[in-house]
């Protein structure tokens, strides 16, 4: 039996999630402002250091407002978020996301993942489909739901290199730490034998130059969690 290695958080790391923690309660309100560095830093034990590279870090993600002369600042997250806020957010919630927010995810996926198998399946080259099999074979042999989320984004993010748009493959990673968690509770829910046997197929299809029903295949299967027949959100 393989166990999971853990490591402990550095003092930034829990600090920006006490802090994302307050703002996501509510405890912090949107447009409340922070105290001074040096407040935060006596109060909660840190070094202005780690306090200063934790609030330029919760800008970066919308979390947070630097203002002149005025200081920081609880930004409305939900107009100035990033994937890094959704990362925040499903930490914060547990694992999950609420049911709009992971719906809305899923829908980008069949748009984006759609446009990646019409313009890559025609052009698949042999070593293409190579390195496609072994991501495969990989997941297979996952034994861990972290290997296994690991595994498939992969895949996938194989499947957009393959389309041949520069861009696709960097949109599709810029969400890889979010789609790795949600991947993760789905296999921690469900296992991994019908995504297993999903994505074999997937792989064939893409082998017989079959877009149509690669297509389907991804939408199909997609549209199972967003039908709500295998729930990774909360209501």
Do not use: C
Request: charged share 25%; net charge positive.
């Amino acid at each position: 039996m393989k166990f999971k290695k853990l490591s402990a958080p550095s003092l930034k790391d829990l600090f920006i999630r006490e802090i994302e923690g307050m703002i996501l309660s509510g405890k912090l309100p949107i447009g409340s402002k922070l105290p001074t560095e040096r407040e935060l830093s006596s109060s909660m034990g840190v070094s202005r250091a780690v306090v200063n590279s934790g609030l330029i870090e919760m800008t970066r993600k919308g979390f947070v407002e630097m203002k002149p002369r005025v200081g920081a600042i609880v930004a409305d997250y939900r107009r100035h978020g990033t994937t890094e806020t959704l990362t925040s957010i499903m930490r914060y919630n547990g694992g999950v996301l609420p049911k709009a927010d992971i719906k809305s995810l899923l829908e980008f996926r069949i748009v984006f993942e759609t446009l990646a198998l019409e313009l890559g399946v025609p052009r698949a080259t042999k070593d293409d489909l190579k390195r496609l099999k072994s991501i495969a074979e990989r997941f297979s042999a996952a034994e861990t739901p972290t290997a296994a989320a690991q595994a498939i984004y992969d895949f996938h993010h194989e499947i957009s290199v393959i389309s041949g748009n520069t861009i696709l493959p960097i949109i599709f990673y810029s969400f890889s730490t979010l789609q790795q968690m949600l991947w993760t509770r789905y296999f921690e829910l469900y296992g991994y034998e019908k995504l297993q046997k999903t994505t074999w197929e997937l792989y064939h299809l893409i082998e017989k130059r079959d877009t149509k029903g690669a297509i389907a295949n991804l939408t199909n299967s997609i549209n199972e969690t967003i039908s709500g027949k295998a729930p990774i959100y909360y209501e």
